[in-house]
Nanobody, 122 residues
Framework: VQLQASGGGLVQAGGSLRLSCAYS????????IAWFRQAPGKEREFVAK????????YYADSVKGRFTVSRDNAKKTVSLQMNSLKPEDTAVYYC????????????????WGQGTLVTVSS
């Protein structure tokens, strides 16, 4: 399983960005996909996840109502649409995959992509 995140950049507060996670290897439909982020000097934290079938999503309270996760199993991609961005959303964003949906513990997501940096200016 290989994951590659992209789409990060610099945006002003209140703006939007769309991150993408491209998947390769194995059967994409077998894996749940999550987004985590890590701000400078802070621990990695859960952001959002989507079940392998795409029917269920779950968000951290800090992003609920602003971020939307979706997946296209045919294209083997997962997107994270981020709206109403805040300076506190500044972080390196990672996508991760696992076969057990019911966890937000990063240690239980064994497959990771490289991060993409999101910087929100005030």
């Amino acid at each position: 399983v290989q994951l590659q995140a992209s789409g990060g950049g610099l945006v002003q507060a209140g703006g939007s960005l769309r991150l993408s996670c491209a998947y390769s290897g194995g059967t994409f439909g077998n894996y749940n996909i999550a987004w985590f982020r890590q701000a400078p000097g802070k621990e990695r934290e859960f952001v959002a996840k989507i079940r392998r079938t795409g029917g269920y999503t779950y968000y951290a309270d800090s992003v609920k109502g602003r971020f939307t996760v979706s997946r296209d199993n045919a294209k083997k991609t997962v997107s994270l649409q981020m709206n109403s961005l805040k300076p506190e959303d500044t972080a390196v964003y990672y996508c991760a995959a696992n076969t057990y949906y019911y966890t937000t513990d990063s240690a239980l997501w064994p497959y990771w992509g490289q991060g993409t940096l999101v910087t929100v200016s005030s």
